[in-house]
């Protein structure tokens, strides 16, 4: 249709069929009834304006101008319907349907279809309710199934629930075979009284879907509801695995464990103070005066010093002494106690022409005699020597300030047994323990750290002593262990588990032994920051690592220096897998690149992120002796100079 004026086509999408169906919104519902309807139903009997029409209400027989109403065109008045049964929510949209039935969108449902003869017989009936009819449907392929539709009269449903009984084909990707009955398909002769019969026939079957107006009672909560938290989508799921029987019982097995009562674990407790002074402002000032107070009674009980007047002589050197405050915590990581030593200020100290070198155990020696302990099955037992060094004696003179907290005026210290932090001290105990572990042992010559009986090793780093002995030589190793408890006071530590912090984890009855440094690569990562670095498998990048042509800042080349340092000696003892790495990152130590920087970062997160990784020791049966040869004067170094690593 088009205005002869403006040559423009009238718009008459606002125009709605007389008698059908309108749904009118319910304003000014009060919030606490929540279940009332949102809708009235009506239908239009005259136009005020595009989107306002009067609206005639058979429920209350009246009409009414109503704004903004939904229409459902498909359904219209029809007096033999109680206001009950009106639906009182809006409508699910239905498809418009112009012509024939083939261009009609498919609705997701079956379609049910009725036969020429009985949409007549419908048709003859006018405005009375449709009786319920018997449904043809399409023919089903064999492999699908569709359930049965049940209608209103079956049974007594709930209003509003969402029924299982929506026949839904189990594939419907299938093409159905072509069925042909004499009776089916037929076109019937009104195609749009058979569409408004469809629609009529879904709105029926189709009722749970709506909300009707004629809720049961006993369905509305009348009193206060109980607000239940929502459940996580992800641990819900994860409790419904099949799989996750195992992981869920080591993590309830973990959690379980009763922590000790009152102890405090090491992630817990406040950095160690660094001096005297800082010790008085912390947080557990009273425990570390307790441990103060023992050291002092412990160098006493010793006989280590002597308060004698200050030296008033310009050429007599007092050196200062410091404090050093430590935790000392369990295989666990809980704290055991509070320990407090006296040092000696030794880099102060003048530098003499005396003997001042002292040998300490080669990691490879340990690593050597832990292997023979696996593959033979021997006996270890662990000790340490209290106060290792003051069981030395001092031929020399030496004068010290008194410790802070301890400090009398005019007076000093002198030593009369050696003290930790003096140029000698480590010296001196290498000489008192090679006294006493030569007394029924046998030093081997080329390991001063490392002593041999019959069927029995003893070997020591400072003061943590480590006795090895065959099972058919255990009264013998028990009168070595009582001849050293005789010289010194030891404390008992039962079988290595812990040595120069390496953990050691034996398994005796699989002759299976495994060192781990896991301990010491987690406050390595934790110190340098690797907690926070992506995962990486390697230790190094494909890429090769050339000079660098630029200049170093001392900051950049300390800060190097110190990360070189502390993964070297991981390398060293148990992860022989970045060895290689960290070597090849020592060679540009003194001016490294962005480039290095980075490598030496990625070396340390490799470390920290597989830090459970272990040297496995096992006795293996039948296996042959190889022997290798290795010449440390032809390294693979770039100015060919001899290397060793230990």
Known sequence: MKNAGHEQAVSIANLKMYGSLAYCRIIKIPQSEKMLPRAEIGYPVGYVASNIRRIWFPQRNKVEVVRDAKFDEARRYKPDRLPEEMVSQMPVQIPEIIGDVEDAEPTGYPITLVTQSRARQN??????????ITQERLPTPAGSSVETVRTEEEEDAIPGRFPADIPIPTTPSQTPSVVEPDNILEEPEDVGQLIIELAAEQERTSAPRDIHGDVDETNIVVDSRKRKAREDPDFVSML????????????????????????????DLPPEPGNWKRMTRHQYLEAFMAAAATEVAGLEKKNTFEVV?????????????????????????YLVKFKARICVRGELQVISSDEKRAATLAAKTA??????????????????????????SLEDEVSKQMPEGYRVSGKCWRLLRALYGLRKSPRLWQQEATRVFKLGLTRVPENPCLFTADKIIVFSYVDDIIIVNHPTVRQEALRVREAIGHEWDLRGLGEAQWFLGIRIIRDKKQGKLWFSQDPYLRSMGMKFGAIHRRRCDTPLPVEDLRPYDGKASPSEIHQYQQKIEAALYATIIT?????RAIG???????????????AVDRVIS??????????????????????????ASFGDNADRKSSERG
């Open 123 to 132: 048709a003859e009936k006018g405005p009375e309710r449709l009786a319920p």
């Open 606 to 631: 490799y470390l920290f992120q597989m830090r459970f990784f272990a040297i496995l020791y096992a006795a293996i049966k039948g296996s042959e002796a190889v022997t290798f040869a290795s010449g």
């Open 575 to 579: 992860r022989p897998d970045a060895a």
């Open 309 to 333: 007047k200050r030296p008033m002589y310009p050429n007599k050197q007092v050196l200062p002494m410091t404090w050093v405050f430590t935790y000392k915590f369990n295989s666990n990581g």
């Open 367 to 392: 690593r050597a005699i832990f292997a023979m302990v696996a593959a033979f099955g021997l006996d270890t037992y662990q000790c340490g020597a209290i106060s290792a060094f003051l069981n030395s």
């Open 584 to 598: 090849k990152l020592a060679e540009y130590e003194t001016n490294p690149g962005p480039r290095h920087l980075d």
């Open 240 to 267: 419904a695995a099949q799989d996750s029987h195992g992981i869920m019982s080591a993590f309830t097995a973990a959690h379980s464990i009763k922590q000790p009562r009152g102890q405090i674990h090491r992630d």
